[in-house]
Structures are given as structure tokens and as C-alpha cells.
């Protein structure tokens, strides 16, 4: 058994490597020192004293009480492994890294800012070498920024895990934060097969969570991490993350919302709640289930709008995540389709005439609240197309879009003796070129040409409805492998790939150019500014 000299020494040995507020230890010691005066034994000089001196030493010595019991429990939680930092009580942060947290609102569309408090930002402790600076947001959650490495927003406060992941060829060292509400301890499994309980430093309301940093030992990956509530696994991380299409998810809660009848059978839509409070969707066919994807709770209804049509039983389905009151389907002849997004999906049987027409996503006053798109043809149907169909994913002004096109498919209704190029980079396998041009009718194309082939990144636009986006990009096979190509207007990007392995990619002259591994495809993009910062928005990169 370990001595130890003073309650200030055991404290020492059970806290974490996080650096603290030195004048505020101080300030217990130094009312713990008052309490020592307070319940020593009198002398003659101190029963001399009248009675305002007596009533003093009684005020010293609830103080001194008050601050023992507070010391006392501040021990315990350290001692059971979970210790507390006051919030407020934390080093407030610089001018600069206030300014770098006012970052985090720049080119996020409506709906999407987080809204953080960055006045309030405070200096957490120090991670794996990183200085870790958290603040609020307006909702009730949180955005951090581990100094120079990793950094996001849970806007809402609602998320229950949140995992950076550091890889080179394999992954070392996992950093985040992990939701009081709802867990307790984390659990992280490596490679052969150990699990680790790593440290987590738990920080006071309005922050309410456990920010953690862990390094593999030597030879060692790691492989999934787990938030616990007590030995229940609520949410996870990684390679190997439990549930199927609807991770944690309560089915016997699940609901239908939505069913379309076909030749071979019904295709349903369900929904169900998770144990903390956010909701999966996945559709059904013939008894076999395709993933949607779950999101925490406030999410599902997130300005954007995320779809891809799907082929069943010779019908032509449309589903996805929709932010907005509605989508209309404007067809050739002008007359318009309205079909509603309930509970922000979007579930709709498209008809030979939606499917030649376009698509625009309406507000509450049935107004067009974002950039018109041409329907985007089912996964089956591109494939019996002559020409490859690309899938392609853009951060628009008002929010995500995510679809299919055709190559050159949107290029006779430019304008092309009034191209301009924008920008240009060299690869291995040629010259990539960022063009744009006018319509006749007053819009905007813009594609990418790569050996021979014209990528429509961001679809043509009307005059009256331009496109805004700074990042927008198509995933197509080029000479035999898988690549991303784009626009892009932020410092790079990071993809994480589907076993939580990330990687940057730069972004140079307007332009985003990778090779993608079959790993990466079931993974996401995420923006980073010019000072590498990761930008709180995850862009798709699973196939449709």
C-alpha cells in the first residue's frame, strides 16, 4: 500500500496529466489552512476575544467545513476515476484562440453553424502534448479544438461519442469526447483482441462531458472504441460497431413511416429510437434491410438535404434525409410534384415524368429553398447507362446534396465558346481542369475535365437560383481506380475511412484530387481551414 504524506500528495497521484488552475489549488489550501486555525485549540489570548471575534472563528470555521467536504468529494470522484473540472472555474482562452473558435461558424450553410460561444472558451488540460480548449454553443453542446491536431462541434449537445482517429497505415492514438447524459467510462478495443479503459476527465454543465486521449502501446492499433453506461454499451466507434443497419437501436420501438408496394413485394421505411435518444432509418425488401443511417437526436431535422434513388422491384425509389418542408419535382411540361419530408426523410415512388424533371427543395412557405438538381438516375439504372455514372456530393449554400450524374451529362447546356478555366493541378494520371461556363438562358456550369472525361461537380444552375458552395466533388473510376475530384475553396479536406483512419488531403488552385481505397469509400469528408482545423461537416463517401 502507498503512503502519502498529506490529502494534497494523494490528490497529486489520482489526478490526471491535465494542467490546472495553480491559484485555485492555492486558494483551497489556503482555506484549508484557515480551517486548521479554526478547530485548533484555543488559547488564552483567543478566549479573550469578545464576542464578534467568536462569531468570526464560527464563520471560519463553516468555510473551513465547507471546503473539506468539497475537497473530500473532489478526492473520491478522483479516486473511482471520475474526476470533475469546474467549467467555470477553467483558464479562459486568448484573444487568438477565441478567434480560432469564431472560426468554426465560417462557410457552415444555415442551419449548420454551431453557434459557439467562443467568448467563453476554456483551456481544459493538456492531451497527448495538445493544449484541449473547449467551449459552449448557444444549443447546449459543445466545440473543442485539440491545439494543432484535431477539433469539432457537437452543436446540440446530443451526440454521445465523438471520435478523432490518428493513422498513418494503422491507427495509434484515438482523441474526443464522450457524452455525460448517457455514458459513464469508455472502452477501447485493440487489435489482439485486449480492451483498455482509458482515462477520461469529465467536465462540468454546460459542457457535461468526458474528453479522453489514448496512445496504443507499441505494435498495438486500435481497432474500436465503446461508451459505456456501466457495462452497457450505448454507443460506438470504429471497426467493429454492433447492430447492423440500425445500430442501437430500441426495435421494439421501431415505427413505419412509409411503404410502397411493388410487384415483388412491399418496400418499408422504418424508423427507431436509440438508447440515447437519436434515431436510425433503414429501408426493408424481400427480408432484407439497407441502412439509412442514425443520427442524434435534433440532427434528423438539420437544414440539408441527402438522398440517392434505388431500384426495387422495378420501381424507381427516392429516400433520404430532408431538412426542408418538401421536395418538388418540376417537371418538363412546368407542372410540379410536392412530395412532404416528415420527420426530416424523404420517401417518395418516382414517376417516369419526375425522373426527366428536376428537383428543389421547398421551406415552410413552399418557396424554392435551395439550388435545383436534375433527378439522379437509381444505382441499377447508371449501370445499364452507356456512359459511367458518377456519384456526387456538394456543400451547398442551404446545405448537403448528394446524387448521381452522368458524365458530360450536363454539358450541352453550357455555353462552350465562353468557358473559362479556373484552376488546374497535375496528377499521376493527368492534368485535372476546373471549368465553368454560362447557359443561354443566363445560369452557370461548372465541371471537371480529366483525361478526356467532364465530371458535372456542381450541376448547372439557374439565374435565379446560383449555387454557392465551397466544397463540391464527384467519387468515378479512372484508369482502373477509384478517385475524388473537385472543387474545393476551404484549406483541404480529412477522410475517414470505415475503420476510423483518417488522412489529409490538401486542396490547391480550387481544385480536390485523391485516390480512394476500398476502405474509404464506406467513409466520410470533412472540410479543414487553412490552419488544418477540422470543420464541424461530414460530406459522404459511401456508395449509393
Not at 442551404?398 to 451529362?409: D, H, K, V
Not at 465562353?418 to 456550369?445: F, N, Q, S, Y
Not at 472540410?527 to 470543420?535: D, E, F, H, I, N
Amino acid at each position: 500500500m502507498t503512503e502519502y504524506a498529506s490529502i494534497s500528495d494523494l490528490l497529486d497521484s489520482l489526478a490526471p496529466a491535465v494542467e490546472a488552475e495553480p491559484d485555485g489549488w492555492r486558494d483551497v489550501l489556503a482555506r484549508a489552512e484557515l480551517l486548521d486555525l479554526a478547530v485548533s485549540p484555543t488559547t488564552p489570548d483567543r478566549q479573550s476575544r469578545n464576542v464578534r471575534g467568536s462569531r468570526r472563528r464560527r464563520g471560519l470555521l463553516l468555510v473551513g467545513l465547507l471546503v473539506l467536504l468539497f475537497a473530500l468529494a473532489v478526492a473520491t470522484s478522483y479516486a473511482i476515476g471520475h474526476p470533475v473540472i469546474d467549467f467555470g472555474s477553467a483558464q479562459p482562452a486568448s484573444p487568438q484562440v477565441v478567434r480560432d473558435f469564431d472560426s468554426f461558424s465560417q462557410g457552415a450553410p444555415p442551419g449548420m453553424d454551431p453557434q459557439v460561444n467562443a467568448t467563453e472558451t476554456r483551456l481544459i488540460g493538456v492531451f497527448g502534448g495538445h493544449r484541449l480548449w473547449v467551449a459552449p454553443t448557444k444549443a447546449g453542446g459543445l466545440c473543442y479544438e485539440l491545439a494543432n491536431a484535431t477539433g469539432g462541434c457537437d452543436a446540440l449537445g446530443t451526440t454521445p461519442l465523438d471520435v478523432s482517429w490518428r493513422c498513418r497505415h494503422t491507427c495509434g492514438a484515438v482523441d474526443g469526447h464522450v457524452n455525460g447524459r448517457w455514458a459513464d467510462g469508455l472502452e477501447i478495443k485493440l487489435d489482439d483482441g485486449s480492451t483498455v479503459h482509458p482515462h477520461v476527465v469529465w467536465v462540468s454543465p454546460p459542457i457535461n462531458a468526458g474528453f479522453f486521449y489514448y496512445r496504443a502501446p507499441e505494435g498495438r492499433h486500435i481497432e474500436t472504441v465503446l461508451a459505456l453506461d456501466g457495462s452497457e454499451v450505448v454507443a460506438a466507434a470504429g471497426k467493429h460497431v454492433p447492430g447492423g443497419p440500425h445500430p442501437f437501436a430500441d426495435l421494439s420501438r421501431r415505427s413505419e413511416v412509409g411503404k410502397i408496394d411493388t410487384a415483388a413485394g412491399p418496400v418499408t421505411l422504418w424508423t427507431a429510437p436509440t438508447r440515447t435518444e437519436g434515431r436510425c432509418a433503414w429501408l426493408e425488401f424481400q427480408g432484407r434491410e439497407t441502412q439509412l443511417g442514425c443520427l442524434p437526436k435534433g440532427y434528423e431535422h438539420q437544414a440539408g438535404l441527402g438522398y440517392n434513388t434505388r431500384l426495387f422491384g422495378g420501381h424507381t425509389v427516392l429516400v433520404g434525409t430532408c431538412g426542408y418542408r418538401a421536395v418538388q419535382l418540376v417537371h418538363g411540361d412546368g407542372s410540379v410534384r410536392t412530395v412532404d419530408c416528415g420527420d426530416g426523410l424523404l420517401f417518395a415512388d418516382l414517376q417516369p415524368a419526375d425522373l426527366a424533371g428536376e428537383m428543389c427543395a421547398a421551406n415552410e412557405q413552399g418557396r424554392i429553398a435551395s439550388s435545383c438538381s436534375l433527378v439522379p438516375p437509381s444505382n441499377e439504372l447508371a449501370r445499364r447507362s452507356s456512359s459511367q455514372a458518377v456519384e456526387v456530393v456538394a456543400l451547398l449554400g442551404r446545405g448537403i446534396s448528394e446524387g448521381r450524374a452522368t458524365l458530360g451529362g450536363e454539358r450541352p447546356y453550357a455555353v462552350l465558346s465562353k468557358r473559362a478555366a479556373l484552376g488546374r493541378i497535375t496528377t499521376d494520371i493527368g492534368t485535372v481542369t476546373l471549368w465553368t461556363a454560362p447557359t443561354a438562358t443566363g445560369g452557370r456550369c461548372t465541371w471537371v475535365a480529366l483525361r478526356g472525361e467532364e465530371v458535372p461537380v456542381v450541376p448547372c444552375s439557374t439565374k435565379e437560383q446560383p449555387y454557392q458552395t465551397k466544397l463540391a466533388y464527384a467519387i468515378l473510376a479512372v484508369a482502373g481506380r477509384m478517385v475524388l475530384v473537385g472543387t474545393c475553396d476551404y484549406g483541404g479536406i480529412e477522410i475517414v475511412n470505415q475503420h476510423g483512419r483518417s488522412r489529409a488531403v490538401a486542396c490547391s488552385n480550387g481544385l480536390v484530387f485523391t485516390y480512394l481505397g476500398a476502405s474509404d469509400r464506406r467513409g466520410v469528408v470533412h472540410p479543414r481551414s487553412a490552419k488544418g482545423t477540422v470543420l464541424p461537416i461530414s460530406l459522404s463517401l459511401r456508395r449509393r
